[in-house]
């Protein structure tokens, strides 16, 4: 058909084509990636590792891409706020039902730790004694009213077996300096 047409006729129909896309190009390509995409990230859910969900994004990117470079701004635009609301939809009902679901209790940490120590417990170390169970150079363990505590030195480096004495509890962060 292209011979049939004059030389105009043809500068007219390459141009008309470069606007028209093949409306099934990569449209299969595109898809799969899509559903592939969202595969890999709901099952990185359950195999934990990011791994899996870093190759499902990357696939969801490559859908938003190939769109872009196959129809246009407008329907790259399209695919790729379709896929952000529908993450951040998928993402709020997970959060908001992750624990109704069967079998995910299990997963959920319901005990609290027995090590864990209140502000309260930590201020009552101010100005106890106790003894240095290892060097402290500057950071390591000290036996203070008889529990085995990580302790700062306040400075320099303090030896085993060493008495020393509380001088700061804030957080996690308790401060001995040797008895004097």
């Known amino acids: 058909m292209n011979f049939l047409l004059t030389q105009k006729e043809k500068i007219v129909y390459i141009q008309l084509k470069q606007f028209v896309p093949c409306p099934l190009h ?10 592939i995409g969202t595969a890999a990230i709901l099952l ?11 190759i499902g994004a990357l696939c969801l990117i490559a ?17 790729t706020l379709a896929i952000l609301v529908t993450t951040c939809v998928a993402f709020y009902y997970w959060m908001k039902y992750f624990d109704h679901l069967p079998g ?6 319901t005990q609290t730790s027995e090590k864990s120590q209140t502000a309260d417990e930590k201020k009552s170390l101010l100005n106890q004694d106790g003894e240095t169970l290892t060097d402290l150079g500057p950071s390591g363990k000290a ?17 085993q077996g060493t008495p020393v004495v509380v001088i700061e509890a804030n957080g996690s962060k308790i401060v001995v300096r040797p008895k004097t």
Request: net charge negative.
């Open 26 to 35: 990569n449209v299969t390509l595109i898809i799969a990636l899509i559903l």
């Open 63 to 79: 859908a938003c891409i190939i769109t872009f470079a196959d129809y246009g701004f407008n329907a790259g635009l399209l695919v």
């Open 143 to 159: 036996l203070i009213e008889g529990r085995k505590l990580d302790v700062i030195a306040e400075s320099g480096f303090i030896d």
């Open 44 to 54: 990185e859910l359950f195999l934990p590792g990011g791994i899996v969900g870093f």
């Open 104 to 109: 995910m209790k299990r997963l959920i940490l």
